[in-house]
């Protein structure tokens, strides 16, 4: 028997044992050894909000006002682009009610942090906190996995979109995917929401009326600013904020075998990395 053959038998084996233990029979069995405070909204972390939002004025106003000489305006779409994914860390908290319990008040803060992504938090909701997390990493449910071997070879659209775009080996497209990659897959299941999220039409209306609203607000930035300080302003700091995100994407749920087991023990993992940066990413 050789070592693949010997580890998948092993997969299943655990598999089977721990195919009831789904998230929430961790959180019964360690909700009352942890401490109360564990509990309480860490609303602290609302003040990131204005922070990233300064970053975002000043050095929009800083790129469209020529405040600095032209060879420093690609330090201020990096600034930009890192506020913008720290907005997104924010959001995640956010929507996950960790600093926030109200639902309206989840839905706005969330909706002002995932706007510099154009992504709605009705999508977010359903997208991430409801399928993504009850199915993480589970072939052909989680809308966050690559497609499965037999999707690949029946769908002529996944055997291009992975051959091309997937990360790896000698493959430069692959880059495209960590610089547009969430921007893309929030406008896709956007637009499948219907069929791959299952959503309600009057959740799926509200979905796009958030983006388009969103979208429109950034056009109309866009024309007071003008194309050049835009580009500057939102366009590069997009691609870094996709690119801060992805790569923690990737690296916390690609690193895990797939798996038809709802189980956060056997699908997920946790990363570390330095202090200051877990710090500015609240601990993603």
């Keep these: 028997m050789t070592k693949q053959t010997t580890a998948a ?41 204005p922070v990233h ?8 106003l800083a ?48 909706g002002l942090c995932f706007a510099p992504l154009c992504v709605s938090p009705h999508l977010w909701t359903l997208w991430h906190n409801r399928i993504h997390h009850a199915n993480a990493n589970r072939i052909d449910v989680d809308p966050d996995m690559y ?6 070879r029946n769908s002529r659209m996944a055997r291009f979109t992975i051959d091309n775009f997937a990360l790896g080996g000698r493959r430069w497209c692959g880059l495209l995917s960590i610089v547009l990659g969430f921007s893309v ?13 299952r959503i309600s039409p009057r959740a799926h209306v509200c979905a796009i009326v958030e983006t388009l609203a969103v979208s429109a607000s950034w056009i ?10 835009f580009v500057f302003a939102f366009v590069l700091p997009v691609l870094v904020a996709n690119a801060v995100v992805m790569s923690f994407i990737v690296t916390n749920h690609s690193l895990c075998s797939a798996s038809d087991v709802n ?21 993603f």
């Design 263 to 283: 189980d956060p023990m056997i699908s997920a993992l946790s990363v570390t990395t330095a202090r200051w940066i877990e710090w500015l990413t609240l601990d």
């Design 220 to 229: 109309a930035i866009a024309c007071a600013i003008g194309a050049s300080a």
């Design 63 to 110: 790129s469209a006002q020529r405040w600095l000489p032209w060879p420093c305006l690609p330090l201020l779409s990096l600034m930009i682009g890192l506020s913008f994914a720290g907005l997104m860390f924010l959001g995640h908290e956010v929507m996950h009610g960790a600093l926030l319990r109200g639902r309206w008040a989840r839905m706005l803060v969330g």
């Design 9 to 49: 038998s092993m997969r299943v084996a655990i598999a089977r044992v721990v195919r009831s233990h789904q998230a929430g029979f961790y959180v019964h069995h360690l909700k009352p050894r942890l401490p109360a405070a564990v509990w309480r909204p860490a609303s602290s972390r609302l003040l990131w909000l």
């Design 53 to 60: 939002a300064s970053v975002i004025v000043v050095a929009t």
């Design 185 to 197: 897959q929030s406008a896709k299941l956007l637009v499948t929401a219907r069929a791959r999220l």
């Design 147 to 152: 497609a499965s071997l037999d999707t690949y």
